[in-house]
Each structure stands twice: as structure tokens, then as C-alpha cells.
């Protein structure tokens, strides 16, 4: 997932270094690249959030084990 993560950080990065010149020649595509970026961001940091509370509730968790 990691790799997954920075390829995707690399993509987004590459978009914004390209779009002036895409901006100038295709509009359109500049459009389609910048809603998918901000798609796979949104995706990303939906599943870090959910990863960090799934930790949380184990700790949670262990912790009311540990009491019983």
C-alpha cells in the first residue's frame, strides 16, 4: 500500500509541474487528471483515517481485556 501511496504522490506532483503546458495544449485533460488526483487523495487519506481508528479500537480493546 505504501508504494502505492508514493506512486500516486509522484503522479499528482508530475500533474502540477506539467499542467501549464497541458493547460495550453489540453485543457480537457488537465481537467480529467486534476478531478482523478484529487479522487485518489480523497481515497487515500479516507483509508488512513480508517486504518488509524481500526488501530485505536484494538488498543481500545486490549486495553478492556486487560481489565477483565
Known amino acids: 500500500m505504501k508504494m502505492i501511496v508514493y506512486g ?3 503522479v499528482v506532483y508530475l500533474i502540477h509541474f506539467m499542467s501549464i503546458s497541458l493547460w495550453m495544449t489540453h ?3 488537465l481537467i480529467a487528471l486534476l ?3 484529487g479522487l485518489s487523495y480523497v481515497l ?3 483509508y488512513k483515517r480508517r486504518r488509524k481508528e ?3 479500537l484494538k488498543d481500545y480493546n486490549s486495553a478492556i481485556d486487560r481489565k477483565l
Request: charged share 5%; with cysteine.
Open 8 to 10: 500516486l504522490r509522484l
Open 27 to 29: 485543457p480537457f485533460t
Open 35 to 37: 478531478v482523478g488526483s
Open 44 to 46: 487515500i487519506t479516507s
Open 54 to 56: 481500526m488501530i485505536c
